[in-house]
């Protein structure tokens, strides 16, 4: 059975990864209010746990003998995540947009699950497996937060 699912699946997972990375990190650097010091914190856990996650992802392309995409223009092309389009938004902005899209990964974490999977490709689909505990993690973490 091919892999090219398998592939694009993961491909979409790291645009969707490294976008939101950009925006979580974009959201510690200028978060404000009485809730700064906590969002500041939590903005921070989350993009560490994303930087980790893309690199791990993006090794498991080349791993299934592939080119990673590593470009913005690959990216945004790739990517269900989007820029926000509030230059300067609320803190409660912030943590609504951070976890709507925790909830545009999450899906696109299911797409390349079952991908994997059909394939055959168990350490794929482990290595997606965790990510979604970890971003329904941090989605439970954003709403409680609001």
């Not at 959201?27 to 791990?56: C, K, S």
């Not at 990517?79 to 409660?92: N, Q």
């Amino acid at each position: 059975m091919s892999n090219k699912p398998v592939i694009e699946g993961l491909k979409h997972s790291l645009a969707d990864s490294y976008t939101l990375f950009l925006k979580t990190q974009n959201y510690h650097w200028n978060v404000t209010g009485p809730n700064f010091r906590g969002l500041h914190l939590l903005f921070e856990e989350q993009y560490n746990d994303l930087f980790a996650a893309i690199d791990e992802i993006a090794e498991r392309i080349r791993a299934l003998g592939e080119h990673a995409p590593g470009s913005f223009k690959a990216f945004s092309k790739l990517s269900g995540i989007k820029e926000a389009a509030d230059e300067s938004p609320t803190p409660a902005a912030m943590v609504k947009e951070l976890a709507k899209d925790q909830d545009t990964l999450l899906a696109t974490l299911g797409k390349a699950i079952e991908a994997a999977q059909k394939a055959g490709d168990e350490a794929t689909a482990d290595l997606l497996i965790g990510r979604v505990a970890a971003h329904e993690k941090n989605r439970w973490m954003l709403k409680s937060s609001s």
